[in-house]
Antibody, heavy 117, light 106 residues
Framework: EVHLVESGGALMQPGGSLRLSCAAS????????MSWVRQAPGKGLEWVSV???????YYADSVKGRFTISRDNYKNTLYLQMNSLRADDTAVYYC???????????WGQGTLVTVSS | SYELTQPPSVSVSPGQTASITCSGD??????ACWYQQKPGQSPVLVIY???KRPSGIPERFSGSNSGNTATLTISGTQAMDEADYYC?????????FGTGTKVTVL
């Protein structure tokens, strides 16, 4: 059974750094495309980043140059390194498997990042 | 940047049909998918590659995509279908979500 569990969310000050983790089970992270999606409080879904099975990475313009997606093949875990955090980065961050058949077929429960002074 | 636009809200009576649109430039030239999100829960994929239903998704959910508009149709809507719905597509290697539609079952 596919399972994704995010962790690492916290209350952060503007300008700080944070790393989110997404532990996967039931499939191999390195053999799949993996994505991060966020949702600000009361707002819609916003795509953040994707890492392809071959290692290529892509980012939304809003996080490009500040966030880095990566994975640990041995731990079967996906990461999102978040630097230079801003108030508008406040959101629940979800990891998801995909795109698979152009969609995100499994999602984690999300982890909350709050950026506030 | 590519944008997908949805109506903010759709109301439907139980047992009736709800249609949710998603508009984007030449959207029909790319695949669209749809997610359902209930309050306090993670999104769930309900339609992928325009028309396909994942395992476990009821047959009352269907999709189409042509021209500039993708449509999610819920036939015989039930109270449990009350949720936010988001369309999604890919613009090159960048993911794009629609603005979201709140479906209310009255």
């Amino acid at each position: 059974e596919v399972h994704l569990v995010e962790s690492g969310g916290a209350l952060m000050q503007p300008g700080g750094s944070l790393r989110l983790s997404c532990a996967a089970s039931g499939f191999t992270v390195s053999s799949n495309y993996m994505s991060w999606v966020r949702q600000a409080p009361g707002k819609g879904l916003e795509w953040v980043s994707v890492i392809y099975s071959g290692g290529s990475t892509y980012y939304a313009d809003s996080v490009k140059g500040r966030f880095t997606i990566s994975r640990d093949n041995y731990k079967n875990t996906l990461y999102l390194q978040m630097n230079s955090l801003r108030a508008d980065d406040t959101a629940v961050y979800y990891c998801a498997r995909g795109p698979l058949d152009t969609s995100l077929d499994y999602w984690g429960q999300g982890t909350l990042v709050t950026v506030s002074s | 940047s590519y944008e997908l636009t949805q109506p903010p809200s759709v109301s439907v009576s139980p047992g009736q049909t709800a249609s949710i649109t998603c508009s984007g430039d030449k959207l029909g030239d790319r695949y669209a998918c749809w997610y359902q999100q209930k309050p306090g829960q993670s999104p769930v994929l309900v339609i992928y590659q325009d028309t396909k239903r994942p395992s476990g998704i009821p047959e009352r959910f269907s999709g189409s995509n042509s021209g500039n508009t993708a449509t999610l149709t819920i036939s015989g809507t039930q109270a449990m279908d009350e949720a936010d719905y988001y369309c999604q597509a890919w613009d090159s290697s960048t993911g794009v979500f629609g603005t979201g539609t709140k479906v209310t079952v009255l």
